[in-house]
């Protein structure tokens, strides 16, 4: 068996606007602490739907199997307090991503979704943005697909979904970082960024095979009047005379802040290296 449960002396605490589990400085792990198989089915109804005080679950590199994910996501669509959810180099897949449909179409507690490194692939995008499109809660505010191989056909199923007619989405984050979106997925997110219709706050795109067409296509279409505060466009091969006349003589004049890498390889680097 795995140990993927442990007892810790901690508090939930607010922290940048999000909620957090502080360890307290002399918390020590108890003695007869559970240890639970990670493929075990029970392990996660005791996990999930027998926690009804539960407000963040974080699972990190663990394979979990279709048997397990449909128990977890069973519990989490019908939770009323889970808040926060991160699933960080767990293997979902296109199927995984279809189950997890249900869950954002449901929950009416989700305010911080994080699938980074699950492989969710075109097709996963697709289930995630239907997910987003068919929920009435719209209490989601922050959303990370980093590293999934999503490509630039299923980017433009995410627009539709933030840019639906009903206005009900409350996402101010959204963190696309990773993935090919090349010059084909600019044109996508370069639409969310036009519209009036969205509430994101902070967009990121690092690593994201933007060229300069891609930069100038993005940053052509801010607006003082909406809300975007934040561009990440770091470690993409954008020219450095471009990053220099931005900085100089554009970026002054824009509300948001558009943030470039000065030597884009060596911040690639850097940052998977920091993954």
């Known amino acids: 068996a795995q140990p993927v449960a442990a007892f810790v002396e901690s508090s939930l605490e607010e922290i940048d606007g999000k909620p957090r589990l502080v360890a307290a400085d002399d918390g020590v792990v108890a003695e007869g602490s559970p240890y639970l198989h990670v493929h075990a089915l029970w392990t996660w109804e005791f996990l999930v739907q027998r926690a009804p ?44 991503g279809r189950m997890l449909r249900n869950v954002l179409a449901q929950s009416k507690s989700l305010l911080e ?73 600019a044109k996508e997110v370069a639409r969310i960024i036009a519209s009036g219709d969205h509430k994101l706050r ?21 607006d003082d009047a909406r809300p975007l505060a934040k561009l990440d466009l770091r470690c993409n091969p954008i020219g450095r005379g471009t990053r220099r006349c931005w900085r100089g003589q554009m970026g002054p004049t824009i509300r948001c802040e ?12 850097a940052a998977r290296l920091a993954e």
Request: net charge negative.
């Open 53 to 96: 005080d539960l407000q963040v679950l974080q699972i990190e590199e663990v394979d979990l199997g279709s048997g397990p994910l449909e128990w977890l996501c069973k519990g989490l669509r019908s939770h009323t307090k889970v808040s926060v959810l991160r699933l960080i180099g767990v293997h979902l897949g296109p199927a995984g």
């Open 202 to 222: 902070s967009l990121s795109l690092q690593d994201c095979a933007l060229d300069l067409a891609s930069f100038w296509r993005l940053v052509g279409n801010l």
């Open 113 to 185: 979704v994080t699938l980074d490194r699950c492989a969710l692939l075109d097709a996963g995008c697709a289930e995630i943005a239907e997910g987003l499109r068919s929920n009435d809660a719209g209490c989601l505010e922050t959303l990370s697909l980093r590293w999934n191989r999503i490509g630039p056909k299923r980017v433009g199923k995410l627009a539709e979904a933030l840019l639906q007619a009903e206005g009900q989405l409350d996402l101010a984050e959204l963190d696309l970082s990773g993935n090919p979106l090349g010059a084909e997925g």
């Open 258 to 269: 558009v943030l470039l890498s000065d030597h884009p390889l060596k911040a690639r680097k």
